[in-house]
């Protein structure tokens, strides 16, 4: 009986805690857009909503402890039935001078030994059912595999060197999103990747970090397939700065110096001063200690930009990563960037993707990319006397921003 009922609290109880992780992530997500939500004047849509689900919570939660509660009277049922049933057999039993009443007392002296272990077991098997519910969900989060994984027999070393892309095809949950992207670059060159929104610029970046892996085609290091690399080494040559930051609820100083605690302060104040935003650190009152809050709540747009470029540019990585990173700044901050990476990374390769073309105009290779090709190629001056896409949309942000200018 036991076992039956034991059948249904797990299956029960792994329904409440899927339910109680999706209102967990409801009081996540809407906390974490309030801004957003209030803005809209969405207040009562967004309440209604988390009532709903608060609502199914608890509907999932009292049939879980409807299973749960009839374990002890089960038990104690069990229990009651087989005192009733001993009193009465060996009442009969005594009538017929089958056993003694010192029998009859033995018996039920035995009978209260075993029940109460009996019992125990009862509550283990119940607080079991449910402990292993939760182990499940652990243990299939655990066993979840990355698509990308180390080589078998990986490269001794590594180090940089020329950069060569030779994909025929990618394609991402059976969507092709890179088709015949073929293009070398050297050791200490800039690569500029611009194009419209979804052409595939950081679908190219993420498969150098191996985020991804190519389907069909290699990306190559130095000459070697960069799979037959070490995750570790390969990564440990790269600074990435995503599009999207992330900045941990501590001071500017941990998070600039994230990927090495033990870097000199000095070292800070330089990566900071190449992103320019050691400025605008010395201008809050607590410096380089300031809590910034949770993902940077409290920094402009600009600020998370520059200090995720800083935390990057301190380990002066062999290859620097900056993906669509100087979308938040203004056109003087973006060149003074631009010209610090120049003067201090002339030996180390620099992937920078924009749409803002004035942040690749310096670059050795340019690449305009479009539905996941790529449909022009070269130097800045080449390109615009080529009269295609780069040339059109350069001269239209550069008659944008003499506009903006002339409005100032």
């Not at 087989?82 to 039920?108: E, R």
């Not at 969507?175 to 070398?184: A, G, R, S, Y």
């Not at 990585?317 to 056109?331: C, K, N, R, T």
């Not at 749409?355 to 615009?384: N, Y």
Request: proline share 2%; net charge negative; charged share 25%.
């Amino acid at each position: 009986a036991t076992s039956r009922l034991g059948r249904k609290t797990h299956k029960a109880f792994g329904e409440s805690q899927a339910a109680f992780s999706e209102l967990n992530n409801k009081v996540q997500e809407s906390v974490s857009g309030i801004k957003v939500t209030k803005s809209f004047g969405y207040q009562e849509a967004e309440l209604q909503s988390f009532q709903e689900t608060n609502k199914m919570t608890f509907k999932k939660n009292m049939h879980t402890m409807k299973y749960d509660s009839l374990f002890d009277p089960l038990v104690l049922l069990f229990v009651g039935s087989s005192y009733v049933l001993t009193l009465l057999f060996g009442a009969f039993m005594i009538q017929a001078n089958q056993i003694t009443v010192g029998n009859l007392v033995t018996f039920i002296t035995y009978l209260d030994m075993l029940v109460w272990p009996l019992m125990a077991i009862g509550f283990l098997f119940n607080i079991t059912q449910r402990g292993n519910v939760s182990y499940q969900r652990i243990e299939n989060l655990l066993e979840q595999e990355s698509d990308v994984q180390n080589p078998t027999h990986p490269l001794p070393s590594i180090e940089n060197g020329r950069l060569e892309y030779a994909i025929d095809r990618f394609a991402f949950e059976d969507e092709d999103t890179l088709l015949d992207i073929h293009f070398t670059l050297d050791k200490g060159q800039t690569l500029g990747l611009v194009g419209q929104t979804g052409s595939g610029k950081t679908a190219l970046v993420k498969l150098l970090l191996r985020e991804h892996d190519v389907n069909q085609g290699a990306i190559y290091l130095n000459g070697h397939d960069i799979r037959d690399y070490r995750l570790s080494d390969l990564r440990s040559l790269m600074g990435y700065v995503p599009q999207d930051q992330f900045l941990f609820a501590s001071s500017i100083l941990d998070n600039v110096r994230f990927g090495n605690t033990d870097l000199a302060f000095d070292k800070v104040e330089e990566a900071t001063k190449l992103a320019q935003v050691y400025d605008d650190i010395k201008d809050m009152p607590e410096g380089f200690e300031t809590i910034i809050g949770e993902k940077g709540v409290s920094l402009s747009g600009g600020q998370k930009q520059r200090l995720a470029m800083s935390r990057a540019m301190i380990l002066n990585p062999d290859i620097l990563i900056l993906d669509d990173s100087l979308s938040a700044v203004d056109a003087k901050t973006e060149h003074a960037i631009i010209d610090n990476l120049k003067h201090t990374r002339k030996d180390k390769t620099t992937i920078i993707t924009a749409h803002r073309l004035s942040a690749v105009v310096h670059a050795d290779l340019i690449l305009v990319m479009q539905e996941g090709r790529i449909i022009e190629r070269g130097r800045h001056e080449d390109l615009l006397s080529q009269g295609g896409w780069y040339a059109k949309t350069y001269e239209s942000q550069q008659l944008e921003m003499e506009g903006g200018e002339v409005d100032a």
